[in-house]
């Protein structure tokens, strides 16, 4: 019997559909057992894969850490063991740029076996019981803000997706040169139109990443709809939770829908691994269109592969959380990659929340920003 480890986050999400995948797994292959440890979210996007690497088999990883992982080595590049025929059915069904994100120096780092990006959230029965509706424009996200029904995730990584969501919807993304983040113009509007926004919502929201936004929705009866936060389709699932969220696309500014921030996860291989050749054919299951559709999905995962995004059973399921979802997916912004990007992540989160919170000069803001990028260029090893 070969034991292998395997690494993910811990939410229902994160955990289970792993777990799932890995009884099954182990049921068609007797000679190997896997198994699951999770760690918490604000880990999950900070920890060094390198580190993880070196003790566990398997890794569930953020596509950020993409360029780290292959600058390192410390995973492997999985176009190298898969077949072609497996590897172009993954390119084929990406949902959004999914597969893309796990690309680097043309190789695939990981299997995109979770998609997912910052997309609406609603409450229907606090809605409909103040006759209220959907907001479907920002002026409409603003008025409902302002009766104080609004919520969003504030901690500081998921701030500064927000704010690359302001600049994408304004008409410029990020990081388009190595001189700055954004210009000044798109930046400063960003920056007053998020604030604008943030000073409705209640304070405690700023201690909240999305999974806590969610619970606060479904444990009480404060919060109608969060504008933006990484959809979760459990919280669609009928039983799941005290209340039904139902999910949507994103409210449309300047008379198009918000362009939102790419996140999901990928199944990674440790290049450290005693045992590559099962922890590949553990991966090849679980990134199945078969098991994506399947085992996957019914165990509270989230897929990658498109045809399970596409499966009316799955949308039946939850409330069509996926069908309504895809759109926001499909335009969503992927973030850089390169090796030393994930020191300007780790700091540059703060700065937004800081502004956000207490106000300050936009321009400056923007400066301390295009810092912490020139450093993080600097990082940069590849």
């Not at 959907?134 to 409409?140: K, S």
């Not at 983040?181 to 000073?199: D, H, I, N, P, Y």
């Not at 994930?342 to 700065?351: L, S, T, V, W």
């Amino acid at each position: 019997m070969k034991v292998l480890k395997g690494i993910t986050w811990n939410h229902t999400r994160g955990l289970l559909p792993m777990v799932a995948t890995a009884q099954r797994f182990t049921e068609l292959n007797p000679k190997i057992e896997i198994t699951w440890e999770k760690r918490s979210l604000q880990e999950f996007a900070d920890a060094s894969i390198e580190d993880l690497a070196k003790r566990f088999d398997l890794l569930v990883i953020d596509h950020p850490w993409t360029g780290f992982g292959a600058y390192t080595n410390a995973i492997l590049p999985l176009s190298d063991y898969l077949s072609p025929e497996y590897i172009k059915d993954q390119e084929i069904n990406t949902v959004g740029r999914s597969y893309g994100s796990y690309v680097f120096h043309n190789k695939l780092w990981a299997l995109p076996i979770d998609a997912a990006t910052p997309v609406a959230a609603a409450r229907l029965d606090i809605l409909e019981k103040q006759g209220l509706k959907v907001p479907q424009t920002y002026d409409d996200l603003l008025a409902l803000a302002k009766k104080g029904l609004v919520a969003f995730a504030g901690i500081p990584v998921d701030v500064l997706m927000s704010f690359y969501m302001f600049c994408c919807s304004l008409n410029e993304a990020p990081f388009q040169s190595e001189d700055k983040v954004v210009s000044k113009k798109t930046g400063k509007k960003a920056l007053q139109m998020f604030r604008e926004l943030a000073q409705l919502i209640d304070p405690a929201n700023f201690n909240r990443n999305p999974i806590q936004v969610y619970e606060a929705m479904v444990n009480s009866d404060e919060i109608a709809y969060c504008p933006f936060a990484y959809g979760y389709s459990n919280y669609s699932r009928t039983g799941y939770s005290r209340k039904l969220l139902h999910f949507y696309d994103l409210v449309e500014l300047n008379n198009k829908p918000m362009i939102s921030s790419l996140g999901g996860t990928g199944l990674a291989v440790s290049s450290f691994s005693k045992n590559i050749p099962e922890a590949i054919k553990y991966a090849e299951f679980t990134g199945s269109s078969h098991v994506q559709q399947n085992i996957f999905a019914d165990n509270g995962g989230q897929p990658g592969h498109l045809q399970a995004w596409k499966s009316e059973r799955i949308n039946l399921l939850t409330n069509d959380y996926f069908k309504n979802t895809l759109p926001a997916l499909e335009r969503a912004f992927l973030r850089p990659r390169y090796s030393g990007h994930m020191y300007f992540q780790d700091h540059a989160g703060d700065i937004v929340r800081e502004y956000l919170m207490n106000g300050g000069n936009e321009e400056q803001v923007l400066e301390v920003m295009d810092a912490l990028y020139a450093k993080s260029l600097n990082l940069q090893t590849t």
